[in-house]
């Protein structure tokens, strides 16, 4: 016992203490190091990647998938007993096991074919290296998605697909948009702004009056509305912009807001609106007086008058293309007389929330088709 502990610590302390110029061409580690080695490196990975620390997967990756890929080759050597150096190399092994590994778990495949071989400095092990990567990654994509996209899933973070499913082309953006619309009048109070700050988690809001020429500001609920619950809805809404949520909590803290009907503001530059960036102050943390709460702000000097708009009746294909080749965050859904009807945010365009919408809408044509029967 002792003697295969001293082995092992030989083993470990070796390898450690070798250069670039001192690495063997023969396999020269005991299987009983390695698979130590290999179980030790594997439970730690998995216990500091899930403790929530920065620690990475990368570098952990290629080191587990370089041990099993070593442990191969010795049990291959063993069986078919290779003697000759120039004919079987194990540090092969070591490199196609660490693609495989890496390969398999963060499914990719020409980024990390180009890492190998430039650590390698070998192009003839640009094949094998592909070859292996695409195995890998076939074969995973047949039990589930990869370790970052599941984790991207289970922090709910709202990125895109490369492109929608092909079933839910006859989605249009009135089927999935969000029709409770917060928005604010150009020149709202400070209360009111408070008060939907505090009452939602939007990063930014439409800017819009009513078509009669009255301003407002609150939630437009279309859907309610038309099912007979008593809302304020008017008139139309016409959009005049588009203001960020970070803007609004600027102007507070700088206290940019007057009383109705004084204009003597100096308007803030763009280094003074985005000084709080990229860590904005909470609307919790703004201290107002009573006096406060009915002056106004002017949304008009700090809106975006020109946001990126929608049809209602644009195919899902079209709006994927928008927000996934200019990075949009928001699109306002406008129809043909510039009347908002909604906005449409990465939220909506998740795959859960389409596929809910995609099946409601084949229920409901299934329901009307049997009724018109």
């Not at 495949?109 to 640009?126: A, K, W």
């Not at 969000?178 to 400070?190: A, G, Y």
């Not at 988690?201 to 009056?209: D, R």
């Not at 909590?249 to 003597?264: D, N, P």
Request: glycine share 6%; aromatic share 10%.
């Amino acid at each position: 016992g002792d003697r295969n502990c001293s082995s092992i610590y030989s083993n470990l302390g070796e390898s450690r203490n070798m250069t670039k110029d001192d690495l063997p061409l023969t396999a020269t580690y005991r299987p009983l190091s390695l698979m130590l080695f290999l179980v030790l490196l594997f439970f730690s990975a998995c216990w500091t990647y899930g403790i929530g620390v920065p620690s990475g997967l990368f570098v952990p990756c290629l080191l587990i998938g370089a041990t099993y890929g070593r442990i191969f080759a010795y049990v291959y050597q063993q069986i078919f007993k290779f003697t000759d150096p120039s004919l079987f190399y194990p540090g092969t092994y070591a490199l196609i096991g660490a693609a495989a590994f890496l390969g398999g778990v963060a499914r990719m495949t020409i980024s990390l074919t180009v890492i190998l071989i430039e650590t390698t400095r070998n192009i003839s092990y640009g094949l094998p290296i592909m070859m292996t990567l695409m195995v890998a990654k076939w074969v995973g994509d047949s039990f589930n998605k990869g370790l970052y996209d599941i984790h991207i899933e289970l922090k709910h973070w709202p990125l895109l697909e490369w492109e929608p499913e092909p079933l839910w082309e006859t989605l249009r953006a009135s089927d999935f948009m969000k029709s409770n619309l917060e928005w604010l009048n150009p020149q709202p109070t400070v209360g009111r702004v408070v008060e939907i700050l505090k009452r939602t988690k939007h990063s930014a809001f439409p800017v819009c009056v009513y078509t009669d020429g009255t301003q407002g500001g609150g939630t437009l609920r279309r859907k309610e509305a038309a099912a007979g619950i008593e809302v304020n809805t008017r008139s139309q809404l016409r959009l005049k912009g588009l203001i960020l949520r970070s803007q609004i909590v600027t102007l507070l803290k700088k206290e940019q807001y007057s009383e109705i009907g004084i204009s003597e503001l100096r308007e803030l530059t763009h280094s003074e609106l985005t000084e709080f960036y990229p860590k904005y102050p909470d609307i919790d943390d703004i201290t107002l007086t009573i006096s406060d709460q009915n002056k106004i702000i002017n949304c008009t000097k700090y809106m975006n008058p020109c946001p990126y708009t929608v049809s209602p009746h644009a195919p899902i294909t079209k709006v994927f293309t928008l927000f996934r080749s200019l990075g949009l965050r928001h699109l306002i859904v406008v129809n043909n007389r510039g009347e908002v009807e909604g906005i449409i945010t990465r939220a909506e365009l998740q795959e859960h929330h389409i596929e809910m919408v995609y099946k409601a809408k084949m229920d409901n044509e299934k329901t009307a088709l049997a009724s018109s029967r």
